[in-house]
Every structure is written in structure tokens, then in C-alpha cells.
């Protein structure tokens, strides 16, 4: 029960505390000033319900936005996390491809091979006998 409910009650069982009253006294509905405090509250319930709904739609709003802004960066956080991985996977997978291909061009071309090793030796062992 929201706190009208739970404010509409009180003032029910408090008119109904006042209707029972002894004989010889003045009834809740006979009092003009139980009257105005009682179309004063109710007043009051429908000057908040009138405020408080467009402050319930702005809140609406505000949290779906949110919700949205949530799910956008969620979104691209997921999609950054897998290009991370498939690049992740590229770099550790890249000295095993090397050797791959080495190994098969070796295969393919041994004279050009040795050629080739022969040429990198004479080139490295220049360079390192400066």
C-alpha cells in the first residue's frame, strides 16, 4: 500500500472514531473545521500527485538513457575485448607460422636454403668482426 493508501486510511478510521462518538456531541461531518481539514488533505494528495508525476516520467527517462548509455558501452567493451583477443591469439600464434614457413621453403628450395644461410653467416660475421 503506497502512502496515499496508508494516509486515506487514517483519516477513514479517524472519521469513523469521531462517528461513533457518545450521543449529545457533534459528528465528524457536522464539523465544518474536520471538513476543511479533511478537503485540505485531500488537496494536498492531489497537489503531490500532480507534481510528482512529471517528476516520475523525468526519472523514467533519466534511467532508461542510463540503461542505454550502459548497454552502448557494454556493448563496446565487448567488441574492444575480442579484437584484443584475435590479436592476442595472432601475435602468439606468428613465431609458429614463421617456423612453418621456413620450414617448407627450406623443403621446397634447399640449395637456395644453404645459399641463402651461407650469405646471412658471411654478412653477420662481417658485421661482428668490426
Do not use: Y
Not at 613465431?95 to 637456395?112: D, M, Y
Amino acid at each position: 500500500m503506497d502512502r496515499r493508501g496508508i494516509l486515506r486510511n487514517f483519516f477513514e478510521r479517524s472519521i469513523m472514531d469521531k462517528t461513533t462518538a457518545p450521543a449529545g456531541t457533534v459528528s465528524a461531518t457536522d464539523n465544518p473545521l474536520q471538513r476543511g481539514v479533511e478537503s485540505a488533505g485531500a488537496a494536498l494528495h492531489s497537489g503531490i500527485d500532480k507534481v510528482a508525476e512529471p517528476a516520475r516520467s523525468a526519472v523514467d527517462r533519466a534511467s532508461s538513457a542510463a540503461h542505454e548509455g550502459v548497454d552502448k558501452l557494454a556493448s563496446g567493451a565487448s567488441n574492444v575485448a575480442d579484437r584484443f583477443a584475435d590479436q592476442t591469439r595472432r601475435v602468439t600464434e606468428a613465431p609458429g607460422r614463421a617456423i612453418e614457413a621456413s620450414k617448407s621453403w627450406v623443403q621446397e628450395r634447399p640449395l637456395e636454403a644453404v645459399g641463402a644461410a651461407l650469405a646471412l653467416g658471411f654478412i653477420l660475421g662481417r658485421l661482428t668482426a668490426r
